[in-house]
């Protein structure tokens, strides 16, 4: 099972993407980025345990975007991996790993620019997404998984200091998904049948709406040009998911995020 937990991963990998539309040189219509980031929070999931987890771990990110000439649309890419400790006050024995990843497509569509200068620009758009969080346990003793696969609302506001500096915030909320979840403890014929059916296995679920599962994912940042290509990013973000099913999962996590961006 530890060869499909893997397969699943990197079959699913996770996105999320932040980027200003109107920041960049004027000769240049693409960014690519690169984040690390530490990963703080707190996890229950009744598949794997009883137990409130404490999480703690890395993030990797690497993003893309390009925009169009006129500032109006903005496609954009990111894929994100993450790593975690998961431990809980009731025994150390019950330290666990955390394994995520994913990938994220979407599209952004600029409704206005406001005060002097244009300086504050409001964007929506539509996102896929799609994911993975893995929990092991003492070698595979315990296991579960978490898939979400779907379409978010997006909304974003940005505000530009100066010429070198500017500011954003942005709101992912996810409004139609395929949910994948194993049984309590992955105990499951279909798991074992199709363990070599990798896209299978990590599709395979149930379409969900608000009704059995919320989420919404939170971001503010600033970022800094270092010179006409190259810029600081530093951002703040909050992921909030619960799945409301026999067996619930609910998870609360900070990420704080350094980065350098490349303009083009």
């Known amino acids: 099972m530890k060869k499909i937990a893997i397969q699943l991963l990197f079959s699913c ?24 980031g530490y990963d703080q929070g707190v996890l229950q999931d009744q598949n794997f345990s009883n137990l409130n987890y404490n999480l703690n771990g890395l993030n990797l990110a690497l993003s893309y975007e390009r925009y169009s000439s006129e500032n109006k ?31 994220e497509l979407g599209l952004f569509r600029n409704i206005g620019k406001f005060g002097s200068s244009d300086k504050l620009s409001f964007d929506i ?50 409004f139609l998904q395929i949910l994948v979840r194993p049984p309590y403890n992955t105990i499951d014929e279909f798991i074992f049948e199709n363990e070599d059916k990798v896209l299978k296995l990590a599709f395979t679920g ?41 067996k619930s999962m609910a998870q609360f996590k900070n990420q704080f995020n350094v980065g350098l961006n490349l303009n083009f």
Request: proline share 1%; with cysteine; net charge neutral.
């Open 13 to 36: 990998c996770f996105i999320s993407v932040a980027s200003a539309q109107n920041d960049a040189p004027s000769n240049s219509n693409n960014r690519i980025g690169i984040q690390i």
């Open 73 to 103: 649309y903005s496609f954009y890419g990111r894929l994100l991996f993450q790593s975690a400790l998961l431990s809980t006050s009731v025994s150390n024995s019950f330290e666990s790993s955390s394994l995520g990843g994913g990938l």
């Open 125 to 174: 758009g539509l996102r896929y997404g799609s994911s993975l969080d893995y929990l092991d346990w003492n070698y595979q003793d315990s296991f579960s998984f978490t898939g979400v696969h779907g379409l978010a609302m997006l909304a974003q506001i940005q505000y530009s200091v100066n010429g070198k500096q500017s500011i954003y915030s942005r709101l992912a909320i996810p």
């Open 206 to 246: 149930e379409f969900n709406s608000f009704n059995k599962y919320q989420a919404f994912d939170w971001t503010t940042g600033y970022r800094g040009k270092i010179n006409d290509r190259l810029e600081l990013d530093l951002s703040y973000n909050l992921k909030l998911q619960n799945v409301r099913k026999e």
